[in-house]
Structures are given as structure tokens and as C-alpha cells.
């Protein structure tokens, strides 16, 4: 028992492994338009992040002004230059607050963009898988026309040695009939498939090497999720903006200062006064508005909501897991049915084959039991492509999987 548990520890890291070396192809199969508006969202988010975190810094004012006065008898001009600042300096916590709050802020955004990427390369390879999957559909289906044509024969030949009734004969062309309808609309699906696949990338489906993900541990699965960390930075974000929020009506320190260069007016032309000086100090205000409780409490609400969203989140993560991984036992069950299916036929052509030296049966039986064969091993390709459409599902948002 050791040795199984440690094999399936194997398993699971030699999947991670192969899994993390692939992640780099798996990011080219998108096209360049989509992998360029990626980029631009990355280096759009990254610039909005660090123009909040310095948000909080007051604009340096820098101002000129000329103005003429007909007051005396001739028109005097006079010019000013100004440079003025405005700076907070202690917000009560506010301005550290807003830079806590432009960086979870920054974050979330990195990780919703992250998760937009994934959805498409999700989207790639599931339009990839179903390719595959379809293929060995049509090949199935092939069969199963062959074994309708075979049937049609064996019917004609019943009924016209009078061995059976017409109804037999019909029912063998209806089958074939439907046969070739479902893989006629298989082959516009598949037609469905590539254009939509073209849509997200540049690449040929033949030249793309799909993953084979394996089964992945649940606390993993769980504490990597790309949309609970994204939840949870929600969550630091909603809070920090709660005490901006507050210190917004506390007591607000700023200093303030200007430089000024200007003409003299002509009634103090003679006077000891400086063309260019300094103003500086500070100032302390305390904003006094009729909506700060309700401001208060709305940010508290939203914190509050950002808390059951992530709750609820991670109750919807657990359950993913649990129903992919019933799915996933379903699909072994299915494709246990077919091997022993497969297995019963393998020993039912071994009989037709014996029968048919002895003249007991036909070519076309022995056929028919052979196409059947592949069919159920066909089916088990299937069943494995189903498996992998699931499992994509479980990886397709934990972090560093694809």
C-alpha cells in the first residue's frame, strides 16, 4: 500500500513537472493580437497602480500671470511668477492607508488579468481537446458505417433466401442512414471547432503538443486558486479603503509654501521690498460633512461584501473539485465498461475467425465483430479525452499550472 501511495505521489509531480515545463508553449497558442492585449492590460494595470500609490501627493502649482492697469496715467503691466505647494503630511493613518489600498488594488488587477489569459488558453485547449475527441468520434463512426454496410448485405441476403421479412432489411438502411447524418454533423463541428480555434490563435492545431494533466491534490487545487487570491486581495483592498474612507473626516495636517517673483507696484516703487520671496507654514482643517456616516458605513458594507464573496467563493472552489472529481470516477467506470467490452469482443473474433475456416460463419460477421472491436477501443480514447476536458476545468485557474 506504501508503494501505491508513493507511485501516485509520482504521478502527480511528474504531471506538475510536465505541466510547468509546457507552460510556455501553452501561453504561444494564443494569437499575437490576443497575447499583445494581454501585455497592454499588464503595463495598463502596472501604471494605474503606481499613479495611485502617489495619489496622496498634491500637485507642485506652477503659475505665471501678466496683468495691465489703466489706473495711473500710463498703462502699467505687471507680471508674477508663482510656485505653490499644498502638501498633506499627516492624514491620521489615511495617506499610508491609500497606499496599502493602491497596492492590493494593483494586485487583484494583475490577478484578474492573469485569469483572462487563462480563460483563453482554456478556451484553446478545450476547442483543441474536442478536436481530438471528434476525430476519433469520425473514425468511430466510420466503423459503424462499415458495419451498417456489412449488415445491409447480411439482410439482403436473409431476405432474399427467404430466410427473413423486409422489416429487418429497413431497419439495417435506417441505421445506416442515421449513421451517416450523425457524421455528416460531426464533421460541421468539427469544421465549427477549427474556426473557432483560429480565432484564438495563429497556430495549426496539428503543430500544438496538448498537456496530460493529472489528478491534483485537493489543498492544492484549493489554496492556489488564482480567483480566491484575488478575492482575498479584494477583501485587503475593501478594508484599506474603509480607513481611507474614515480618515478622511479626521484632522488633516498639510504645509504649505510658495515662491514668488514679481514686479513691484508702482506705489511702492521707492519701498524696501523684494522683488522675489518666500510664504510658508501649515495648516490644520477638519472637514465637516453631513454624509461622513453614511460614507463610513458604505465602505464598511462593501468591505463586509467583499468578505462573503470570498466565503462563498471558496465554497464554489470545494465544490468544483468534488463534482469534477465524481465526473472523473464516472468516466473510469465508463472506461472499465469498455475495456471489458473490448475484451469480450477480442474473444469473440477469435471464435468467428475459428468458425469462418470451418464455413460455420461469414466474412462479413467476422467483420462486423472486428470493426466492433475497435469501436469500444476507440471509445476508451474518448472516454480519456472526456477525463482531460475535466481535469483542464480543475487547472485551468491554479496558479502556475498552465
Known sequence: MK?????????VLSSMTMLLLASDELVDVLSSNKSKLIDVQKKQTAIQTAKLEKSWINPIRVQYAKSYSTQFDDTIGTGQFVVSVDQPIFKMGGIWEAIKYAKALGKANAIDIEIQKRELITQALTLLYNLKKSNLQL????????NDELDILIQKQSYEAGLSNRTLYDRALLKRNQDITSKLELQMQITKLKNDFALLSDKSPQDIRLPHFGMIDKSRYENSQLEIQRDKLKVEEKQHNKYMTWTKYLPEVSVTGRYINEDKNPLFVNAQIKKSYYTYGFKVSLPININAYRDIQSSQIEYLNAQIS???QKKKVTNSYNLIKKRLKIIDQKIALSQEDANNYASM???????????DSTTYDTQIVENNLQVRQLDQDIYRYDAQLELLNLYSKVADAI
Open 3 to 11: 508503494g501505491l501511495r508513493d507511485l501516485k505521489k509520482l504521478l
Open 139 to 146: 473514425e468511430k463512426f466510420d466503423l459503424l458505417v462499415k
Open 310 to 312: 470570498l466565503d462563498e
Open 349 to 359: 473474433l477469435t471464435t468467428a475467425q475459428d468458425l469462418e475456416k470451418v464455413g
